[in-house]
Each structure stands twice: as C-alpha cells, then as structure tokens.
C-alpha cells in the first residue's frame, strides 16, 4: 500500500509541478507577446517620426531635377549631410529617397544615407536595383497612389543584422504630386536583447516561486493527505487479514475533510462488517439447518405418496401410475390410491393453496383425512363433506384445498367420484378419444362449513384411461408468460398414439411437453399427474 501511496504523491507533485510549467510557460508567451507589441509598436512610431523628421530636410520641387541631371549641387550635399546627421543620432539603419518604376519593383535613389557600422555603402545619385520586397509591393503601391500611411506593419529580418522596421511615407512636391518614396529602416537591437532578459527573468522568477511552493506543498501533502491516507490503507490492509475491527489508529484522524469522512467511514464499515460476519455466520447455520430440515421433510412426504409401480403387482384387472414435482422442496400438491377392499380402489389428487411448509403440513392434515374416512366405507360425496367439516373447524390460517376423488369397483368398472374445485379429469372412454370427464365441481375442502357434494358415476370397461392432475400442468408458463392451457393438454392426449404404451411412459412425454413448452421458465407451481386405465373386469356387481 506505501507504493500505491507513494505513486499517489508523486502524481500529485508532478501534476501540480506540470500545472506550474504550464503556467510558467503561458505566462512567459503573453508576457514576451505584449512586451514585444510594445516595442515594435515603439520602434514603428519612433522609424515614422524619423521619416517625417527626414521628409522636412528635402525639396521635392528639385528630385526630378537630381535624376535628371545628376547634378550634386550644395543644397544637395547639404540634404545628404543632415540625413547622414539623422541616421547616426536616432540610431538608423539606412534612410533613403526613392523613385519608384510603375510595377513598383526597381527603386532609383536619390539620397542613400547610411549607418557607418552598418558596414554597407552608400547608393550614388540615379543607382537603380530591383530591391523592393515583394511582400510589401502591394502596399507601398497603396502608398504611392493614396499617398497615406500603410496600416501594414513592415517588418524585416536578416541574420546579418538582425530586425528591422521600415517606415514608408510619400513625398510630394509643391503641385500635391507624389514624386518620390522615403524609407527609414531602423534596427531594433533594443527588442532581441529586452526580450530575452525578460523571458529569463520570468523563467528565473517563476522557476524560484515552484520551488518554493512544492517545498511547502510536499510537506502540506504529507501531513495533510499521504500520512492519513497511508493510515487508512494499513488498518484497511490489517483488516481485510485479521478481520478484527480496531478503531484506535483511524480515531486519531480528527480532520472535518473528505479523508476524514473516509477515515470514519472505514472505521464504521469494520464494524459493520464484523457485525454482519456474525450475523451471516449465524444466518447461515440457521439456513443449514433449515436446509437440513427441508430435505427431510421432502424425503417425509415423497415417502407419504406411493413411488412403488407397480403397486399392486398381484392385481392385473387395472394399471395405475402417479408423479408429482414440486415447485419448491416440500409442496401442497398430493396423489394417492390404495385399496378400500379387494374390490374397490380409490383414487385421489389434491392441490392446497399456497407453497412451501404450510401447504405440506396442510397437504399431510387432508390426505390422511380423506383416506381415513374412505377406507371406512363411506361413499365419495359423504368423505368430502366428513373432511370439509373437520378442517373447517380449526383452519385459522384460511386454507383451502381443491381434490378429486375416485373409487374403482373393479369388478363391474363402477367408477364412483366427487370433484372439490379441483380439475376437471380427462377420459378416454369406449375407445374414443380423451375428453373432459362429466364432473360437477363442488366448492373448494375446509373453505366453507356445511358445503354439499354431488358425487357421480360412470362405468370404466377394458381400455378405458382416466388422467388426474393439479393446475401447475395447465397453468405452466412460457418466458412469453402464456399458459401451457387445458386445451394444449387434451390435444396432447389426443394428437399422440399412446394406446399400449406404458403408463409411466405416458406421463414421461407429457412432462417433457410441458417442459418443451416451457423453454427454460422457472416452474410456478407443483405439477402432479396420475393416470389410470381398466384392464379388465369380471362382470360381477356385488351391489347390484
């Protein structure tokens, strides 16, 4: 962690010494900008005072007459000795009196005064050059046809002499004609050597302020944020070993800023994190527990449902085959049949409100109830209304429970049955295909007191199916949340050849239509299915 830190200080000192740099080098170019528009603005000024100053010492009316004749004559001489005189006092480069051709591109002077350490000559009286600079060509064209100033700051530089500045003006003679073209270029030694010193003055001055200001930043740095931060980081790093809250070293950081609020922050999530430590360790011994628990009770009620099959191997008149998957570990679904005698086989499934333990608990109360009262003999309807009764009578949770019950007489195929709000079955009856069996739905076991059931009767021959089920088969869902439905479920048992086919097999393709449809979706509810088929009967009715 001290190397992470330690990066941490470093980037801040070279950002803030990079920040600095900048500053310094912005500060350096505006100043070094403005100070040299000054003094060029300067230098200009003072090269056209001299220009103006230089134009007072000529008669115009007479420059024609010199390029004409050629003649040097004493006022000649005289001009030329006050502009030399001008040069060397306002410390001039050269001024010259020009004529200019028509393109404005070959200069005939007529006075050349120039500095004695320039180290060049003087042009005669009527020498010609082509020594207009073809930058400045449309501008001097402007000031030859205007007469006005340029607005264009002529600037020149060569590295034999360094800068220049050159200030054109026109010269007219008496008539307001423009006859001539006086340059003054003045060297503006001033401006290199001003210009350095204070770029190295700047520099100096701002590298010494840096300085100084990371001496005292670095150490600000350390007490104020490095020291405190590496703090943090230790008992961080401490804790995330020992996991042992020690709150002592992160106390002594009393600062009101954000490392401060971190420091605290840190301080409270150890303690909380040790507190949920405990509290998960003790959670997750509870869920373990629990989770131990609810494997035993779904091994209970698996073993509460016959899984035996077949589970009357003696008996060859019926076939019969039964499957549930619960939702969740324990369920509220159930199927059971077992024999009331030799000659009567009962049948029944169920769905109890809710999910998880209560619905099992609920679950385990009605199978025993309805197949107590029906091994006693009791027909279908008085078994229901038996049951409603007794879970009517201490049912505070307000449970309730859909069943279908069926008792087989085998030896006629009287099939004896009474439905409570449950499913209607399907049916496949006299070699037809599989249809809804006629059932008169009842109201719901232990939701209302005093209820009456209607039981119904149909005889089952040879061949014949009847198929029990709970709605987590009509009710699956698809990831579209559309119902697998009851009409998908009877076009199922009619679209598929399943004469002579295993019952287990049956119920197999079924579950894996079902799954198909379902793609993937999470199972919502308890899908329990129970099929049985008549085999044969021997035609003796002990009740009739």
């Not at 220009?51 to 010492?57: C, L, N």
């Not at 026109?170 to 770029?199: C, D, H, W």
């Not at 697998?484 to 079924?510: C, H, I, N």
Request: hydrophobic content about 40%; aromatic content about 10%; overall charge negative.
């Amino acid at each position: 962690m001290k190397e992470k830190i330690s990066g941490l200080s470093i980037k801040l000192i070279t950002s803030v010494l990079l920040l600095s740099v900048l500053l310094c080098a912005a500060i350096s170019y505006m100043g070094y900008r403005e100070f040299t528009t000054v003094l060029e603005d300067e230098y200009n000024r003072s090269a056209y005072e001299i220009a103006e100053t230089a134009k007072s010492y000529l008669d115009p009316d007479r420059l024609e007459h010199y390029l004409e004749t050629g003649e040097i004559d004493a006022a000649y001489l005289e001009i030329q000795d006050r502009l030399d005189a001008l040069v060397v006092s306002t410390n001039s480069y050269l001024i010259y009196v020009t004529r200019l051709s028509n393109d404005y591109t070959t200069s005939t002077y007529i006075f050349d005064a120039v500095h004695p350490d320039s180290g060049f000559t003087r042009y005669a009286l009527g020498y010609t050059a082509q020594d207009m600079d073809p930058a400045y060509q449309d501008e001097v064209e402007q000031i030859m046809t205007t007469g006005e100033r340029s607005a264009v700051y002529f600037y020149s530089y060569t590295q034999a002499s360094g800068a220049h500045t050159t200030a054109g003006i026109p010269v007219k003679n008496s008539a307001g004609e423009i006859v001539a073209f006086l340059g003054v270029e003045k060297a503006m030694t001033a401006l290199e050597n001003a210009r350095q010193t204070y770029v190295w003055n700047v520099m100096g001055i701002t590298v010494l302020a840096v300085v100084l200001f990371l001496v005292v930043y670095i150490g600000f740095l350390r007490r104020e944020v490095v020291s405190p931060i590496l703090t943090i980081a230790g008992e961080a790093r401490r804790f995330a070993e020992d996991n042992v809250a020690r709150l002592d070293l992160l106390e002594q950081i009393r600062k009101k800023d954000e490392i401060g609020t971190l420091a605290r922050a840190i301080g409270r999530m150890e303690t909380d994190i040790v507190q949920y430590v405990e509290n998960l360790t003790a959670v997750t011994a509870e869920k373990e527990r629990i989770g131990t628990e609810l494997n035993v009770a779904t091994q209970i009620q698996a073993d509460m449902l016959p899984r035996i099959f077949p589970p009357f191997p003696e008996r060859d008149e019926f076939d019969i085959y039964a499957t549930m998957t619960p939702a969740r570990e324990v369920g509220g679904d159930f199927y059971d049949f077992f024999l009331v005698d030799q000659d009567h086989l009962a049948v029944v499934i169920a769905d109890v409100s809710g999910k998880g333990v209560p619905a099992a608990l609920f679950m385990v109360i009605v199978k025993t109830l309805i197949k107590n009262h029906t091994q006693t003999g009791m027909a279908p309807d008085q078994v229901f209304e038996t049951v409603n009764r007794q879970l009517c009578e201490n049912n505070e949770a307000g449970m309730f429970v859909t069943a279908f019950l069926g008792v087989l007489e085998i030896s006629t195929g009287r099939f004896t049955y009474v439905n409570a709000g449950h499913n209607p079955p399907l049916a496949a009856l006299g070699g037809r295909p599989y249809d809804w069996l006629p059932s008169k739905r009842g109201f719901v076991l232990a939701g209302l007191e005093g209820v009456r059931y209607q039981q119904q009767e149909i005889v089952l021959c040879p061949g014949d199916s009847i198929f029990c089920y709970t709605d987590g088969v009509t009710e699956a869902l698809d990831p579209a949340d559309a119902l697998y439905s009851e009409a998908r479920l009877r076009a199922f048992f009619r679209g598929r050849d399943l004469e002579g086919r295993p019952l287990a097999e049956q119920l197999d393709l079924l579950r894996r239509d079902i799954a198909a449809f379902a793609a993937g979706a999470e199972q919502a509810d308890d899908i329990t299915m129970l099929l049985l088929r008549i085999n044969k009967t021997t035609g003796r009715d002990e009740h009739g």
